[in-house]
Every structure is written in C-alpha cells, then in structure tokens.
C-alpha cells in the first residue's frame, strides 16, 4: 500500500541528447513525486520520455539537469560504481524482452543478482526459490528459457528482479511480448507485488489494460507530464 | 550456481564456435611448439659431455674444399691435443632411395671411440670395425628404420666422391645425440677413390676444456699463409656456422612464430568480440543488476583464458604425443637427432596462451567499459 511519503522525487528533471547537431529534449522539467508502495504507469506516445524517466528513475541513465531522488540518495551524483552497488540493492528490472541468460536456468537465472551479495549458497538456494515460489514456478526451475513460454519467462525475470527484495521495481513493457492471457498474469503478479509485499512499481506501457493495474496513470508527451489519473479501484481486473 | 560456473556455461554458450576457436588455438600453438623446437635444435644443438672438448677443422675457404691429409701430424702434434680423425662426408645414395637418405661420415675407427666418449659401442664391435678395414658402425635408430644388422652389407653409390663402397656392419652404436648415422674407416674411402691426400675435415680431442683456446689458436697459426689454410673452432660453433650456411633460418622461423602468435591473437580477439557483441544486451542486463564494468572485464577474461588454456593444452598435448609416437621420432630423427619439446617450451607456449587470453579480452573489454545500460538495452530492438 502507498504511504505519502515519496520515495521517489523529480525536480526540474531534464533530458537532452545532443545527436551532431541536433538536439533532442527527451525530458522537459519533470517534477513528480511517486510514494512509496505506489503503481505507477507511465502511458504516451513513443519519443515522449517514458523509458527516459525509467532509466533515470532506475539509476542507468543520467539526467542532464535536474534531480532525481530515491530515498535520500540524489542518484545522479553516485559514481559508476556506486549506482551499480545501489541498482543491486534498490532497483529490480523487468524488460519487455525478459532477457534472460539463454544458458542458465530458471532457478540460475534467478540467482545471477545474488552473486554480488556474497551471501552463502544456501541462504541464495532460499532465496531463490521463495522468489519462483511467488511467481508461481518452482516447478520450473531447472527449465532452461528456451523450454518455457514467454509469458513464464517474464514471471522468472520478475523473480530476479525481486529476488534481492529491492523496494522498486522498473518495468519497461513487461507485456509488450506476451499475448492477453500471460499479460495478464504477469500484471496479476506485479499488483501482487505490490499490494502484498510492498513494492513501488514503476511501469512503462502502451497498454491501457496493463496500465488500469497501477494506482496511478502518469502521461508523457514531448517530454513534458501533461497529465495524471488514478485507476478505479480494482482496477486491472481483467475484462 | 558460482561465478565459475556462469563463465563455464558461457564460453561454451556457442559449441560450435567455442570448439573451433579452441581447435584454432590448438593448431597455432601446435606448429608453435615445433617450430620452437626446430629452432631450439638448430640454434643450441644438443651437448653431450665430450662436446666442450672437440674441435673441428675445416678448410677457411669452405667446408666443401678438401683439406691436406699431411695436416693429420702437424695438427696431432699440437700440445694438448688427445686424438685427431678425419672427418670427411661421404653422400652416397642407399638403394633405390633418391639423395643421401642418411650421414655417411669416414673417420679413423681406432681414434673415433676416444672422440665420442658419450658413444656406446660394445669392445668386441669396436674392435671388429676397427680390423676391417670396410667395416661400419650404424647408429641404432637408422639400424632399426633399415633393418641393418651386424654383418649386414651396405652399398653406397657415391655421388660426391667418384665411387661406390660396399660396407659391413661391424658394430652398432647408440647414442643419444646421433643414432641415425654411418661412420667407416677413412682409408676404405682412400683407397676407393685413389687419393690418399685429402681429408673433408679434421675433427680433434683436447685433453682438457682449459686447452681448448690455445689448440684453435695454435692449429689456425700452424697452417696461416699455407695453401690450405684452416679454420678451427669448438665444435658447437662449427654446428651454429653450418646451420647459419642454410641462411638466417633462425629469423626465418622466429618470423614464422610471429606471425603465428599474431595469427592467433587475431583469431582468438575475433571470436571473443563476435561473442561479447552478440551479448551486449546481456551484459547491460548484467550492468543494471549491479555488475561493475571490473567485474564484467573479469567474465570477459575469463572467458578468454578459458579458450586459450583448452586450446594450450591440446595443442601442446597433441604436440608431445606427436613428437614421441614412434613413427614420428623415426622419421623426425632425419633431421634432428633429438626433437623433444622441453618444458621451457611448453611454458614457453603457455605464456603465448596466457598472453592472447589477455589480449584477446582487450578489445572486448573495452567495448563493454564504454557499454551503457541504456545503450545494451537499446541493441534489443
């Protein structure tokens, strides 16, 4: 559930990327608080800065002005370093394109973040498998990616991604590859997420269905917020 | 799941590629390791103990002109010297086997044994060449490649000198620097050929090491401003000047190394680039979980050295296992007595395997360090 305090806040957030000549402004003064527990969709047409602002959110991409806070970390002043030790602590991805390592399994796949946390391998083995419990796929997890579907895939990349138990997850199109039915269980299991167990979520989506899941509707157009919405209460309840 | 086994699962992602990378590696270090030791035998001949103490003496103008026999005393004469042999080449043809399949070398037999101490040659053989006058002794390795057996008769059809001489095994020697040779008794050449006057060259025993200087000295003094004058030196330097008159082979061969190690580098940079550009997105994923660009250099890295230590390996193991096959020694022992690949070599090798793990993983490495996320991702499209 939301608490009002915001665990993330943009101000005066700016984008632009300079291409020879051609200067193209991605993100034209953004200033948007997201609570913590929020699920928040970003909608609009493409080149209106969506994926920009998730990048900047997520710590891989750095704004050219403005500030962007998680927490109380102002992220774009980290160093390389330090944003890859935060996005491991902070940030769980979830792409469009699942983007799992073809030649590691599910449970493998899964456990790839906890490499870096110098955990036992038992505590990860624990880990692990309470994520694939949660999406529902413990029985999958010796599959290889190329022996499940697409929409199974997507539920094993949201198992990495919250298998460090970050507090945030970004989701770029996380069904912008499945057909309506694992679209649907994905988002199921999103808004799971993040009315069970607390997570911001902060999506990225052409879909209006997946967009109805999240508690608020943030459209983007020419780089600039023209416009929010709450989703309905219940809303995402699949048609 | 260890960090082991994600660079494990991921240099072998591609089985066909990383199996043809690694067969590469194998074969360029394979003609690496001979082609070392090639010039290890040509450059450092091996030694055996009498080696510091023989000296050979050939005509200044060229190993090809003939030497007076009347030196023989005067050189024998020298203080310090032990034994002093003639040393003449002989070159006949064997059979119906096209050019001198073997060295056919005439020498005096009752000074030859005291020359080569390291030689084996049992007394009753030594004894029996010696009182043969067209006695010979063989060298165990070409006894075996031709079936030569004591008393066993050997015709050799001249085609240096203008004869032919029909020889009997008298005795078999072994020999770990030479066994692929025939020695027999100078005075049968004489005698065949009519001339009793000329000798290829002169080989010479010091008594001792210390000696050695002085006898080249006093033996090049002896015959200056004479009609043959001589050029004495240790016998090793007289084995480096006959390799050098095959022409500058040891740069030729250390270019041919170069050329294959670059060779290598090449294919191997290629293979890891082509398999580190296909994984851009991966490796941004990897970037966004948390990964550093050190610890993706260290997968990269890895990786390389993966490929180049199963390619080191099998191509140095195939490489001795190779070279010590029987029919390979027989056949390698033509040309070098010994071809053994010396653990210098191998970590020789090695070290070239290591070197290009490194350097194929530069370039790479590099492309990841300028990788961003957004850019990884972006290459999904």
Not at chain 1, 92 to 103: C, K, M, S, Y
Not at chain 1, 196 to 205: D, E, L, R
Not at chain 2, 282 to 305: D, N, V
Not at chain 2, 371 to 379: K, S
Request: charged letters at 20%; glycine letters at 8%; aromatic letters at 8%.
């Amino acid at each position: 559930m939301a608490s009002s305090d915001p665990i993330i806040r943009l101000k005066e957030l700016t984008k632009i990327y300079q291409q020879g000549e051609i200067r193209v402004t991605a993100l034209d003064g953004i200033d948007l608080d997201i609570a913590a527990g929020e699920f928040v969709a970003l909608m609009g047409p493409s080149g209106s800065g969506k994926s920009t602002l998730l990048h900047i959110v997520a710590g891989i991409d750095r704004p050219t002005r403005g500030e962007c806070w998680v927490g109380d970390i102002e992220v774009s002043r980290l160093n390389e370093s330090q944003l890859a030790e935060w996005r491991n602590h902070t940030i769980g991805f979830i792409f469009q394109t699942f983007n799992l390592i073809p030649v590691l399994t599910a449970f493998e796949n899964v456990e790839l973040p906890l490499l870096l946390t110098g955990l036992a391998p038992r505590r990860r083995r624990e880990l692990v498998q309470t994520a694939l419990d949660i999406v529902g796929l413990s029985d999958r997890s010796r599959h290889l990616p190329r022996q499940m579907s697409g929409g199974q895939e997507q539920r094993v990349a949201i198992a990495r991604a919250i298998v460090t138990d970050p507090p945030i997850l970004v989701a770029d199109e996380p069904t912008g590859n499945l057909d309506a039915h694992s679209a649907a269980t994905v988002m199921e299991t999103l808004q799971t997420l993040n009315g069970s167990a607390g997570k911001t979520i902060v999506m990225v989506t052409h879909d209006p269905r997946a967009a109805s899941f999240g508690s608020r509707i943030i459209h983007l157009e020419k780089g600039e917020l023209i416009r929010e919405s709450a989703t309905p209460p219940g809303g995402g309840t699949p048609a | 799941m260890n960090l082991g086994a994600f660079i494990l699962k991921n240099a072998l992602r591609n089985t066909r590629r990383a199996l043809l990378c690694v067969l590469s590696v194998a074969a360029c270090l394979f003609l690496f390791v001979s082609l070392l030791v090639c010039l290890r035998e040509l450059t450092v001949p091996p030694e055996d103990i009498g080696a510091s103490l023989r000296i050979a003496v050939r005509n200044k103008v060229s190993l090809t002109v003939q030497l007076p026999a009347r030196q023989g005393p005067i050189i024998a004469r020298v203080p310090g010297v032990a034994a002093v042999t003639p040393f003449s080449w002989f070159g006949g043809q064997f059979g119906t086997e096209e050019g001198t399949p073997f060295a056919q070398f005439a020498v005096d037999p009752a000074k030859f044994a005291a020359m080569f101490p390291d030689m084996r040659l049992p007394a009753d053989q030594l004894a029996n060449w010696i009182a043969t006058r067209t006695g010979c002794i063989v060298g165990r390795d070409l006894a075996e490649k031709k079936n030569f057996k004591i008393g066993s008769r050997i015709t050799l059809r001249g085609s240096v000198w203008p004869c032919d001489l029909e020889l009997i095994v008298s005795g078999i020697y072994d020999y770990e620097i030479d066994s692929t040779s025939l020695f027999f008794d100078h005075k049968y050449l004489d005698e065949a050929t009519g001339n009793t006057g000329t000798v290829g060259a002169w080989w010479v025993l010091a008594e001792n090491a210390e000696a050695v200087p002085g006898i080249i000295d006093r033996i090049n003094a002896a015959f200056a401003n004479t009609s043959a004058e001589v050029r004495a030196e240790t016998e090793n330097a007289f084995r480096m000047s006959f390799v050098s008159m095959l022409g500058d082979i040891a740069t030729l061969i250390g270019a041919i190394c170069t050329v294959v190690v670059f060779t290598l580098g090449i294919v191997t940079a290629s293979t890891m680039s082509m398999a580190v550009r296909e994984r851009f997105p991966e490796l941004a994923i990897l970037k966004a979980m948390g990964f550093r660009t050190r610890e993706l250099w260290a997968f990269i890295l890895a990786e390389s050295f993966l490929l180049a230590a199963l390619g080191a390996v099998l191509g140095i193991g195939f490489a001795i296992a190779f070279y010590r096959s029987p029919p390979v020694v027989s056949a390698m022992s033509i040309y070098f007595p010994v071809f053994e690949i010396s653990p210098r070599i191998m970590a020789r090798a090695a070290i070239v395997a290591a070197g290009l793990g490194i350097v194929a993983s530069l370039a790479p490495a590099i492309q990841v360090a300028r990788l961003t996320v957004v850019d990884g991702l972006r290459t999904l499209d």
